[in-house]
């Protein structure tokens, strides 16, 4: 399973006709009360199924099945649930449901995950059909109490209806009775026409708490008793403690234990800053044998060593080698280096252990793949599965990080917590120093790009090599490194990719956008580049390299009629664009730059069209386009993570791993495409498009390509 | 041992002097709007209002706040207040939400010295204040909002 497999499959899933989505009834556990974020009142909740609970007190929460860091799912699911239920906004609620691999299986992936930008794709028939489901029973209920026929039954905004017996009532008063209905199988869904929730810009569910306070995050539960355990780890990839003196860290006040782990060395304490003061107080050395002990700069002089080594083949359409020996070509040539990413969640990875009477342990973490850290803890606890609860907590955000296979930080903070006996409640939590140094960054990559332009002025040739880890950790062709690129959308008769995957001890992950967040700019620079060398205009020109109705060409058109892309910047700016295509949806930005006081890019505005499906919630739409935009530019203009000589690595907080801030972030205006496709992500896709078009945009004010990222260390080298 | 008030409560504090406010906040005062970002004064999720200023409250050790008047999210009252948090919902502005206690607070701070303040001055006031989630451009437009609505 793999993001990949998860893209190709929510395909499969979504063009299915006829696959039946079950709707799986509540079960058992669901009769305990619901953990994580209230759902509100005392009021008794009942089940329809597994995804509906209607209280007595007429509120509808949702369980979802995907966690909520910041790209809408409470809302977006509730919002297909409300729909087809024919509730009332204002009596929806939403929870995570419970851990359960099967019944809470993300579609797309088979098991219980959040990711790939995919919680609306794989959940929209689903949970449209969780809510008809409860719809039915409720009308079943009521026309067993009112002895009247069901099919007289209407229901509006949450008020039950029988016109000839002018009888009406609410959800709340049927909830008992509906929840003992059997289960129909195969309810009737709405025609997209009738939908009065789906598009329509509902408030989110979970703003409030998160604008008084009350919105309660991993780190936010401090049970009685609570031990908060924070660990050294080493400053070198691939390093382990070869000894260690914590006489000192166990002289200060609040200090209670301090345990050897694999990945370091634990500190114990009755309170968070006890164990700040205690791990600063540990002396350790480190044993450096099996450590990263080359620079970044050391790490790009072997990479691009590959770029003339056969590769692994990931495109290969008429014949390159030829197509570069024609006679009166030019060819443009491109390398360009990407640093490794962190992904820097604004709340620090975290969980908490509490151990029940029955020695059952409820662990409280944002996890977005629930099932892996039940097995890892589980594993690491000495417990049945059954006997450890994972309660996904809202989290300070994720884009990639907490997404894990194997979940190793669970496995940290599973053994730091069974290392002490866990009698205690315990809280283990990473710092910013811990976060930025603890690897999992979106690889480090080297792209050599090679264009054909014949006398004609056209594109005949493209050839790409990547060179960089594979985040699948595969032997062979790895689909997240050549994502995007073995996929050009470009018609370009002669087109060869390959990729060389480089092994190193720094843990890959995916960052927000996955391959994208290189192929796209690399991609996207270099056809701007090859169009400027043919004098044509960069939207001009890529719509003449596309299908005319492809939605690639759609957005651009958008997004260059909403630039107005003709027109002549403000004295001192320019206007850059870049399309990229991922997770399914299909986003075009057009930015407009200057440069700054300072030198750096100053990026004014960015116009930015989204074609994602049908747009369940197109408020929701625009703030991850938003979002995305402000987290892919910062990373393009400040970002990267280096190891210096002798493989130390460099950044350890905010100070010097740059994230933009308010006074760098550009206006933004977003326009979605009005579609009747199915649904598609908006997590992702916002980020890969705004560093090239930014980059091009450069390219025209400074007449220089950016061949090296982040933008800001062309300005300082 | 260390006195204050906090949200308007007189509260003491007799452990390790060098504890910062925020984990005095979080930790024995179990008030967890006011998070835990970087804890060094480099993203201001631990914003609190400090005898009426913003203050990073993971710099801020407790020994030397004795005397002081300290405000939590949980505790901001007033027309600023409230004109802050009802702007923030109507622009649905949080996204994790995790930073954003810190914004408030921010912002409320900066509308209670500049009622109605510019591009720039919304600028010099929230810079401070990290979102990773980069929700700013709501934020700067929520915070006029907030302006626009105490002038009426
Ligand atoms: S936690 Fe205080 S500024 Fe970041
Ligand atoms: S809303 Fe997520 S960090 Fe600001």
Redesign the interface.
């Known amino acids: 399973m793999t993001i990949h497999d998860i893209t190709t499959s929510r395909r499969g899933f979504l063009a299915g006709a006829g696959l039946v989505i079950g709707v799986a009834i509540a079960p058992k556990f669901l009769s305990a009360a619901p953990t994580g974020v209230p759902a509100g009142g005392a009021a008794e909740l009942k089940p329809m199924n597994a995804f509906v609970k209607i209280g007595t007190d007429d509120t509808v929460t949702v369980l979802s099945k995907h966690i909520e860091f910041g790209q809408g799912p409470f809302t977006g699911l509730a919002t297909l649930v409300a729909e087809e239920l024919d509730a009332d906004w204002s009596q929806m609620r939403a929870v995570h449901s419970p851990t359960d691999n099967k019944i809470y299986a993300n579609l797309a992936f088979g098991l219980q995950g959040t990711g790939g930008s995919s919680s609306i794709a794989n959940a929209y028939e689903q949970m449209r059909k969780a809510g008809a489901t409860a719809r039915a029973m409720l009308i079943a209920a009521a026309a067993e109490e009112w002895s009247v026929p069901a099919a007289e039954i209407t229901v509006e905004k949450g008020r039950l209806k029988h016109a000839g017996s002018s009888r009406e009532s609410g959800f709340g008063a049927f909830a008992d009775k509906a929840a003992t209905q059997t289960v129909p199988q195969d309810p009737k869904l709405k025609d997209p026409k009738d939908f009065v929730l789906i598009g329509t810009d509902l408030p989110k569910l979970d703003t409030v708490g998160k604008t008084n306070g009350t919105a309660i995050f991993t780190l936010d539960i401090t049970p009685e008793g609570l031990l908060t355990a924070i660990v050294a780890h080493p400053k070198h990839f691939g390093a382990t403690v070869k000894s260690f003196d914590d006489s000192e860290a166990r002289k200060v006040r609040g200090v209670v234990d301090v345990k050897q782990i694999p990945q370091g060395i634990a500190v114990y304490a009755d309170n968070t800053f006890s164990a700040l003061k205690g791990r600063d107080a540990l002396k350790v050395e480190w044993d450096l044998a099996k450590a990263e002990t080359r620079s970044s700069a050391e790490l790009a002089a072997e990479y691009v060593r590959h770029f003339n080594e056969p590769g692994l083949e990931a495109a290969n359409t008429g014949n390159v080698d030829e197509a570069f020996r024609q006679d009166g070509l030019q060819t443009v040539e491109a390398e360009i280096v990407f640093p490794f990413l962190a992904h820097a969640p604004m709340e620090p990875l975290d969980a908490v252990f509490i151990k029940a009477t029955d020695g059952s342990v409820d662990i409280y973490n944002g996890a977005q793949f629930p099932g892996f850290d039940q097995q890892v803890a589980a594993e690491i606890l000495k417990l049945d599965e059954a006997k450890v609860r994972v309660n996904t907590q809202l989290a300070g955000g994720s884009f990639g990080r907490k997404a894990q296979f194997g979940s190793p930080y669970m496995q940290e903070a599973a053994m730091v917590y069974a290392a002490v006996g866990g009698d205690r409640p315990l809280k283990h939590m990473w710092t910013r120093e811990d976060d930025i140094q603890g690897g999992f960054y979106r690889p480090m990559y080297a792209h050599k790009m090679r264009g054909a332009i014949d006398a004609e002025g056209r594109i005949t040739a493209w050839e790409q090599v990547i060179v960089g880890q594979s985040i699948m950790a595969k032997a062979d062709l790895d689909s997240t490194s050549v994502e995007g690129a073995s996929n050009l959308p470009y018609r370009i008769p002669n087109l060869k990719v390959t990729s060389h995957n480089v092994t190193l001890p720094i843990p890959p992950l995916w960052w927000r956008s996955v391959g994208h967040t290189h192929t796209g700019f690399a991609v996207e620079t270099f056809v701007d580049e090859l169009l400027a060398r043919v004098g044509r205009d960069p939207v001009e020109g890529r719509l003449a390299l596309l299908d005319k109705e492809s939605r690639h060409a759609g957005v651009l058109r958008k997004a260059a009629e909403m630039a107005d892309w003709g027109s002549t910047p403000p004295e001192g700016r320019a206007r850059g664009v870049a399309v990229v295509e991922s997770f399914g949806s299909f986003v075009a930005q057009v930015a407009e730059v200057s440069v700054g006081a300072d030198g750096a890019p100053r990026v004014h505005k960015v116009w930015c069209a989204v074609d994602c499906g049908v747009a369940v919630n197109p408020n929701i739409i625009k703030a991850q386009m938003e979002g995305g935009i402000g987290y892919g530019l910062g990373a393009v203009l400040f970002d990267a993570i280096t190891l210096g000589k002798g493989g130390r690595i460099m950044q350890s907080n905010f100070h010097d791993y740059r994230s933009i801030r308010i006074n760098e972030m550009p206006d933004v205006a977003v326009e979605i495409i009005k579609s009747v496709e199915s649904p598609t992500g908006v997590g992702e896709p916002g980020v890969p498009p705004v560093g090239p078009a930014v980059a091009n945009a450069w390219r025209k004010l400074t007449n220089a390509p950016v061949r090296q990222l982040p933008i800001v260390s062309l300005i300082s080298a | 041992m260390v006195t204050f008030t906090l949200n308007g409560k007189e509260r003491s504090f007799d ?2 002097p ?3 406010l925020l ?1 005095v906040i ?3 005062e ?11 004064a ?2 201001g ?1 631990c914003t609190v209002h400090l005898d009426g200023m913003p203050r990073r409250s993971c710099i801020t050790p407790i020994a030397t706040i004795d005397g002081s008047d300290v405000v ?3 505790g901001i009252s007033g027309k600023e207040a409230q004109a802050v ?1 009802t702007a ?2 109507g622009l ?10 810190g914004q ?1 607070m921010s912002a409320v701070a900066l509308l209670q010295m500049v009622p109605k303040p510019t591009d720039d001055e ?2 010099g006031a ?2 401070g ?12 437009a929520a915070i006029h909002n907030a302006a626009n609505s105490m002038e009426g």
């Not at chain 2, 649905?92 to 206690?101: E, K, L």
């Open positions: 452990g390790d060098d504890t910062p984990w979080r930790d024995f179990k008030l967890t709007g006011t998070k835990y970002g970087c804890g060094v480099q993203c999720a939590t999210i949980e948090q923030w919902t649905d502005v949080p996204q994790c939400g995790y930073c954003q206690s408030i919304i600028d929230m810079t204040n990290l979102c990773r989630c980069a929700t700013y451009h709501r934020i700067r």
